[in-house]
């Protein structure tokens, strides 16, 4: 019994509790030390209280200084944890609490804590589910990586819109004119954006190689940069650096309907035989797509700019949607590592929707039959990353 | 040529690469109709020691005349007035001798330009030794060495649509001439170079292959992305054919005198054939023919990405497959496992190399023992089955097309160049060729096409009884109905209808599949994984209704049943609910050999014992 109590009065020493007092003040488990619990013993009449102001005393300090107010007299718990007001781990404080009553004046405190540190714990418990999904990331990842370089090939579901990539540079090829690369009208710090420039690689490849061209106007003078810096490089693998002609990558404008009306204009102009607009788009994407529809070009168009989708499947012969945009550079080249994590990717996905769709299930279940409580509970703790 | 309404007797001859084949067609006035009367051959005789093709066709009618005592030859020249037992109104000949017409193709893109040289050259009857392309990944010397030295017949140079690309065009015509190549027959003679391309790209093309070769310029193949106008490419084939080709092979002008209409190679005439009776009949239509060195596959498919379906003919030719020269080649292609899925017993890697070989150095020699026979019908399976891979792969849609989209597309945008080839559709399959028409047993040709070509829905198995089909094809040219009555009635032999039902996914072997109500019979249940015969005659026909189960489409989708009336033949009515996606085999040994044997059984494929 005795050896009960100790270890009873060890443990509230570890967890930073006080003892012998009205007012406890605990450690916030699972956090780097920035926090206290700090409860105290309701007084027997309650009904001339209208609030309770938190004070705290910090080391060195001569005065307590306010850190919060309760405003529910019924309510006996506060968390100390204002990033105004910061606490620090292994340095004592002292609380006292001052019931304030319908005046607003403050009437006798209820007395004062213990001087408690708060402390910083190694590991956050509440974040285990979040270290389970790391970990799986990582093991989808590596064993889809190692399974890719095995050369066995992994299976992923045919995109039309890229299959189509080869015949849309044929087409050009076959009617003597230009193919039309769109990046899309954001900056290099969207993803759309880079996608696209993914794309951009093996499409400029292709023309170099079937001796054709390629018109590619920006409207990013850092996306310009990259851009052209990539199609001069595909030409080059493509081994005919020679038929590289630097104007054919070309900056535009920063106005947004400035550019439409040009590359509208080029469109009319030249009649590209080929369309592609891949990357972000807004208001632009039905002009642009209506357009080259109009001049009889096959277009291949991409965005993850949901608003903007409708208009590009109606108008345009193949539409990436969304993740197909992303995954396009892994379909195209069929790298081992960029299927792999494509792969991966997919199957976490997968997981994340078998689970909100299993979670919706049981929480409908709960609801309709059981005490919800302790369901949601389960739910919000696999959700709570 | 005499009228149409007074051709009564018709001779037909087909000079192969081994054999010449001569047949005599009547009319019968008491049938009222035109029948087949005899048919006589002999070895073909382009060849040294001969070298004339008119010798074997004069030996193949003689037989003609001997067995139908009907004089049909006077002083080695056929009698083309006829009369109650002498001469005939009409001689047609068709001839592969010498390989056939061999070419090559160039376009600018693979898939688009050089794609449709390739058709037109196909359907006109050619082989296709070579397409060269912008996009061949080859260097340019590369490609004119190939040139050099394939040293095709003649030469199919297509590219840009009309106003489209000069440049890639003109780089094409300047290798071709680079190559300077020689045609195969002949010294004296230029090598026919036809220019099926842009029309703006023609003087160019002019200026570098006019005095290197004999360049002949029609309409563009491809004057617009999204059509094709194959027809002028195809007719200038033949007339050069015979005015280069076949002038120039030993004896063929002495026949070319003799035929009433031009002779037509081999293929091109099937082709003609089966072209004109999916147009009569209205039906989607798949031919096959095995020969010894090569495997010829047409077909008929409605093209239904049109809002018009209109029919698409194509034909393929797997040039190295075949029944004995080839037949090594089937073996690599294939790989041995899969030779041996099909043989009903247990048979060494060793052993089977051997036989293939043996038969690739003895190409004339037949199967002489039910074992022998059992592996030849197993290597058949294969070369079938990967000539209708590729055929499958050639008779594609368009590539590079507009298309129109609506939202509904959203998530099934359907790409362009998709493959004609739709088995649910499919209404007749033919086989030709011996392994296919002289199988001891018909049953054997049934379940040999079932095997390669694993149709899908309700399909009339055919095989032509004598190979005279490309005497018909000919025939259809100058009288479409003799060739048709005989096509009908003595050459065509109908083994029956297969019934095969698709699932969805592989199902588990025993579950129910679907029932068969034969009109004033007892109804049947079939379960996944089973084969059937059903007796239905020749001729027989009944009224059924198939009722498949959820998971399983008969030809009106899943689960849909249907009325129809199935038709027999001298096998009769074949149920085949072995799968489809995919069909397979068991792994293990045992078990594969008991279900092969189980089927062999069920269809009464080989005699008990040997």
Redesign the interface.
């Known amino acids: 019994m005795k050896f009960l109590t100790l270890f009873g009065i060890l443990f509230l020493i570890i967890q930073g509790g006080s003892l012998y007092s009205e007012i406890v003040v605990e450690d916030v488990p699972n956090d780097a030390g920035e926090a206290l619990m700090i409860t105290w013993d309701l007084p027997d009449d309650v009904g001339n209280i209208s609030m309770y102001r938190i004070y705290r005393l910090d080391p060195g300090a001569e005065d307590y200084i306010l850190v919060g107010k309760v405003e529910n007299p019924n309510v006996n718990v506060f968390v100390d944890h204002d990033p105004r007001y910061p606490l620090h781990a292994g340095t004592e404080f002292v609380y006292k609490i001052v019931p304030v009553d319908f005046s607003q004046n403050e009437v006798e405190s209820l007395g004062t804590s213990l001087a408690v540190s708060p402390v910083a714990q190694l590991f956050n418990f509440n974040k285990v589910n979040s270290l389970i999904a790391t970990l799986f990331v990582f093991a989808a990842l590596i064993f889809f990586l190692n399974y890719a370089k095995t050369g066995k090939g992994l299976f992923i579901r045919?995109i039309?819109?890229l299959?189509?990539l080869?015949?849309?540079v044929?087409?050009a090829?076959?009617?003597?004119?230009p193919v039309l690369y769109v990046p899309g009208l954001s900056t290099m710090s969207d993803v759309a954006t880079i996608a696209s420039i993914n794309i951009l690689g093996p499409v400029a490849k292709k023309v170099a190689?079937?001796?054709?061209k390629i018109l590619v106007p920006n409207r990013d003078p850092i996306v310009y940069t990259i851009v052209h810096e990539v199609v001069k490089e595909s030409y080059l693998e493509a081994g005919r650096p020679d038929a590289f002609d630097t104007d054919q990558v070309f900056f535009v404008s920063q106005q947004q309907f400035a550019f439409v009306a040009a590359v509208n204009g080029l469109m009319m102009r030249e009649k590209p035989a080929t369309n592609l607009f891949l990357g972000m788009f807004w208001a632009e994407s039905l002009l642009m797509a209506e357009t080259g529809n109009i001049t009889?070009?096959?277009q291949i168009a991409g965005t993850d700019s949901v608003t903007q989708?409708?208009f590009f499947?109606?108008?345009?012969?193949?539409?990436l949607?969304g993740e197909e945009l992303y995954a396009a550079s892994a379909y195209l080249s069929r790298d081992p590592i960029l299927v792999g994590s494509v792969k991966a990717q997919d199957l976490e996905k997968a997981i994340i929707l078998f689970l909100m769709i299993a979670c919706s299930i049981i929480s409908l279940i709960a609801v309709l039959a059981f005490n919800t409580y302790a369901f949601n509970q389960v739910i919000s703790a696999i959700f709570s990353f | 040529m005499k009228p149409k309404e007074q051709i009564k007797n018709i001779l037909a001859t087909d000079c192969g690469s081994t054999t010449t084949k001569a047949i005599l067609i009547q009319y019968d006035p008491e049938a009222g109709r035109y029948r087949l009367i005899v048919r006589g051959e002999a070895p073909t005789t382009v060849e040294a020691p001969f070298e004339d093709v008119t010798i074997g066709v004069l030996n193949s009618v003689k037989e003609v005349e001997e067995l139908t005592h009907r004089e049909i030859l006077q002083q080695d020249k056929i009698i083309k007035e006829s009369s109650e037992n002498r001469g005939v109104d009409i001689y047609i000949s068709t001839s592969s001798a010498g390989g056939g017409l061999q070419m090559m193709v160039a376009g600018?893109?693979?898939?688009?330009?050089a794609e449709s040289a390739e058709r037109a050259a196909l359907g006109a009857g050619s082989i296709v030794m070579d397409a060269i392309a912008?996009?061949d990944k080859r260097m340019p010397h590369e490609r004119i060495e190939r040139i050099r030295n394939l040293r095709p017949d003649m030469i199919l140079l297509s590219?840009?649509?009309d106003?489209?690309?000069?440049?890639?065009v003109t780089e094409l015509a300047e290798i071709i001439a680079a190559a300077d190549p020689k045609p195969r027959f002949g010294s004296t003679y230029k090598l026919p170079v036809i220019y099926a391309g842009n029309k703006d790209a023609r003087e160019p093309v002019k200026e570098r292959l006019e005095g290197k070769t004999d360049l002949f310029i029609v309409d563009n193949l491809?004057p617009v992305?999204e059509r094709e106008n194959l027809q002028p490419a195809r007719d200038k084939i033949h007339d050069l054919f015979m005015e280069h080709v076949m002038a120039q092979a030993p004896g063929y002008k002495k026949l070319m005198s003799w035929a009433d209409v031009d002779i037509m190679p081999t293929p091109g005439a099937v082709g003609l054939l089966i072209e004109t009776v999916a147009k009569q009949e209205d039906i989607e239509v798949v031919g096959v023919d095995i020969g010894g060195a090569t495997t010829d596959v047409f077909s008929v498919f409605k093209d239904r990405t049109e809002e018009e379906e209109k029919p698409v003919f194509n034909r393929t030719v797997s040039a190295n497959l075949g029944m004995s020269y080839s037949i090594s080649n089937v073996m690599a292609e294939a790989g041995l496992d899969n030779i041996l899925r099909w043989v009903p017993f247990t048979m060494e890697e060793k052993d089977l190399r051997n036989r293939i070989r043996n038969k690739m150095i003895r190409p004339t020699t037949i199967p002489q023992s039910l074992q022998e026979l059992k592996v030849e019908q197993a290597i058949a399976r294969e070369a079938l089955r990967l000539a209708f891979v590729q055929h499958k792969q050639m008779a594609v849609g368009l590539?590079?097309?507009?298309?129109e989209?609506?939202?509904a597309?959203?998530?099934e945008?359907?790409?362009?160049?998709e493959t004609l080839v739709n088995l649910m559709n499919l209404n007749m399959l033919i086989g030709s060729g011996g392994v296919l028409s002289h199988a001891p047993r018909r049953a054997q040709a049934a379940l040999m096409m079932i095997d390669a070509f694993l149709p899908q829905g309700i399909t009339m198995l055919a095989v032509d009884s004598i190979f005279m089909m490309p005497h018909l094809g000919v025939l259809s040219k100058v009288h479409p109905q003799a060739a048709t009555e005989v096509f009908d009635n003595d050459c065509l032999i109908r083994l029956g209808h297969c019934i095969a039902p698709v699932e969805k996914k592989r199902r588990k072997g025993g579950e129910h599949c679907f029932t068969l109500k034969i009109e004033n019979r007892d109804e049947l249940k079939i379960a996944w994984g089973e084969l059937k015969l059903i007796p239905l005659g020749e001729g027989e026909k009944v009224k059924a209704t198939i009722i498949p189960e959820r998971h399983y489409d008969v030809g009106d989708g899943y689960g849909k049943s249907i009325t129809i009336t199935l038709e027999g033949g001298v096998v009769g009515l074949v149920v085949d609910a072995r799968g489809r996606n995919p069909f397979s085999l068991p792994s293990k040994l045992e078990e594969r050999i008991n279900k092969l044997e189980q089927w062999n059984k069920a269809l009464n494929i080989y005699p008990e014992k040997e």
């Open positions: 045919k039309a819109g299959d189509a080869d015949e849309a044929g087409r090829t076959e009617m003597g004119k190689e079937y001796e054709t009889g070009a096959i989708l409708p499947i109606t108008a345009c012969d193949y539409t949607i | 600018v893109v693979m898939n688009m330009t912008t996009n590219g840009g649509i106003g489209g690309t000069i440049k890639h491809r992305l590539k590079g097309i507009q298309q989209r609506t939202i597309d959203a998530f945008q359907v790409s362009t160049g």
